[in-house]
């Protein structure tokens, strides 16, 4: 492998968004480490990625538990030495949210198992990856948002997401937001480039079938931001290259 061969890293791998992403960044040369939080399915996306002809390698990664975070950075350390891009794609929405509106009800155990594998976990994880992307030339950090996570979009009663209020999910990923624009700043004289991507609504277990955008579709504006130029923006919100208000 050249010092040049650019590696990304991609949690949630194993389906949906993910997976997509992991495909669609291995097809353009790009080494993927195909991260899933189980053993398992990381190797059989390896492998199923490795016969589209894609440099995959597995990898064991529960976003929400140090130790699989401590293992992640050997890992990369010990085959790559540097880290090119890192795509925050996993998440979830806790089973019957989405139609809850439930900011007067929610359990704080629900809050809490979302803010985890939403927020802790990628601010955790990204932390522990930044000696690696600091390594490489011009690292790229994607975090999976939401237009659900928009303030600005919740509080305006023509848009169309006014009604759509499951707390847990939207404020999860208004905190990445918000860690987005933070480390942007806090990375902001480095090459490293922080964005954060609505991908539209996806075809995919969390987004139905009822969904207009296919997969193909749906990973297209996070490999557009793992992979900008030098003079790409930084601690932006968009869904294909148009911006999202905060
Ligand atoms: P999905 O089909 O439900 O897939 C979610 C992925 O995240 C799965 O691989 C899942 O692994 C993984 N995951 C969940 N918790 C994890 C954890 N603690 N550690 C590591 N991996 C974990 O969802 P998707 O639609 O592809 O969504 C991908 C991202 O896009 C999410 O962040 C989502 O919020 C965001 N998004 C999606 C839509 C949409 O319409 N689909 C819209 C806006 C934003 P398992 O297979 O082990 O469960």
């Given at each position: 492998?050249?010092?040049?061969?650019?590696?990304?890293?991609?949690?949630?791998?194993n389906r949906g968004i993910g997976l997509e992403?992991?495909?669609?960044?291995?097809?353009?040369?790009?080494?993927?480490i195909a991260t899933a939080r189980d053993e398992?399915?990381?190797?059989?996306?390896?492998?199923?990625?490795?016969?589209?002809?894609?440099?995959?390698?597995?990898?064991?990664?529960?976003?929400?538990?140090?130790?699989?975070?401590?293992?992640?950075?050997?890992?990369?350390?010990?085959?790559?030495?540097?880290?090119?891009?890192?795509?925050?794609?996993?998440?979830?929405?806790?089973?019957?949210?989405?139609?809850?509106?439930?900011?007067?009800?929610?359990?704080?155990?629900?809050?809490?198992?979302?803010?985890?594998?939403?927020?802790?976990?990628?601010?955790?994880?990204?932390?522990?990856?930044?000696?690696?992307?600091?390594?490489?030339?011009?690292?790229?950090?994607?975090?999976?948002?939401?237009?659900?996570?928009?303030?600005?979009?919740?509080?305006?009663?023509?848009?169309?997401?006014?009604?759509?209020?499951?707390?847990?999910?939207?404020?999860?990923?208004?905190?990445?937001?918000?860690?987005?624009?933070?480390?942007?700043?806090?990375?902001?004289?480095?090459?490293?480039?922080?964005?954060?991507?609505?991908?539209?609504?996806?075809?995919?277990?969390?987004?139905?079938?009822?969904?207009?955008?296919?997969?193909?579709?749906?990973?297209?504006?996070?490999?557009?931001?793992?992979?900008?130029?030098?003079?790409?923006?930084?601690?932006?919100?968009?869904?294909?290259?148009?911006?999202?208000?905060?």
């Amino acid at each position: 492998m050249t010092e040049q061969q650019k590696v990304a890293l991609i949690t949630g791998a194993n389906r949906g968004i993910g997976l997509e992403t992991s495909r669609q960044l291995g097809k353009l040369g790009i080494t993927v480490i195909a991260t899933a939080r189980d053993e398992k399915k990381s190797e059989h996306t390896a492998k199923s990625l490795r016969e589209q002809g894609i440099d995959a390698r597995p990898l064991k990664l529960d976003v929400t538990r140090a130790e699989d975070r401590e293992a992640a950075v050997k890992f990369v350390e010990k085959h790559f030495g540097k880290l090119d891009i890192l795509v925050n794609n996993a998440g979830i929405m806790i089973e019957g949210e989405w139609l809850a509106n439930d900011s007067g009800t929610i359990p704080l155990k629900t809050l809490q198992q979302t803010f985890d594998a939403n927020f802790f976990g990628p601010v955790a994880l990204t932390q522990a990856l930044l000696p690696l992307l600091k390594k490489a030339p011009a690292a790229r950090i994607v975090n999976l948002s939401s237009i659900q996570g928009s303030l600005a979009n919740h509080s305006n009663p023509k848009s169309p997401i006014y009604n759509l209020k499951p707390l847990g999910y939207n404020s999860s990923k208004t905190a990445l937001n918000a860690f987005t624009v933070h480390l942007a700043h806090a990375l902001r004289d480095t090459k490293i480039k922080v964005n954060s991507a609505h991908p539209g609504w996806v075809k995919t277990d969390m987004g139905s079938d009822a969904a207009p955008l296919h997969v193909e579709e749906g990973a297209k504006t996070t490999v557009e931001l793992a992979t900008l130029p030098p003079d790409g923006p930084t601690g932006t919100y968009s869904h294909l290259g148009k911006t999202v208000p905060w």
